[in-house]
Nanobody
Framework: QVLPVESGGGLAQPGGSLRLSCAAS????????MGWFRQAPGKERQFVAAISTLGFTKHYVDSVRGRFTISRDNARNTVYLQMNDLNPEDTAVYYC????????????????WGHGIQVTVSS
């Protein structure tokens, strides 16, 4: 069973950076696409970024493109989200997603989810 676990969230100032990590269970490796979604208070869950099984293809929502970078280390069964130039609109609970579907510019769901981690951007 795939059990993604997020880490690295917390509080950042506007313009600051945070790096999220998501470690999946063993054998995930390069079997699945992986990604990140987020949900702000009172809003629906939103796709943020996705990465293909070998990391060659990446997709981002327009609001984070150029500021966020998704990457993965298949040897460690881990996906990362480097978040730079954060702004208050990035405040949300961020969820790691494994086997995002449909893989592309606008995934809507995934087969496996982490429990979520809070990211707060505030001065």
């Amino acid at each position: 069973q795939v059990l993604p676990v997020e880490s690295g969230g917390g509080l950042a100032q506007p313009g600051g950076s945070l790096r999220l990590s998501c470690a999946a269970s063993e054998r995930t490796g390069s079997r699945y696409s992986m990604g990140w979604f987020r949900q702000a208070p009172g809003k629906e869950r939103q796709f943020v970024a996705a990465i293909s099984t070998l990391g060659f293809t990446k997709h981002y929502v327009d609001s984070v493109r150029g500021r966020f970078t998704i990457s993965r280390d298949n040897a460690r069964n881990t996906v990362y989200l480097q978040m730079n130039d954060l702004n208050p609109e990035d405040t949300a609970v961020y969820y790691c997603a494994v086997n995002v579907q449909p893989f592309g510019a606008a995934p809507t769901t995934a087969d496996y989810w982490g429990h979520g981690i809070q990211v707060t951007v505030s001065s």
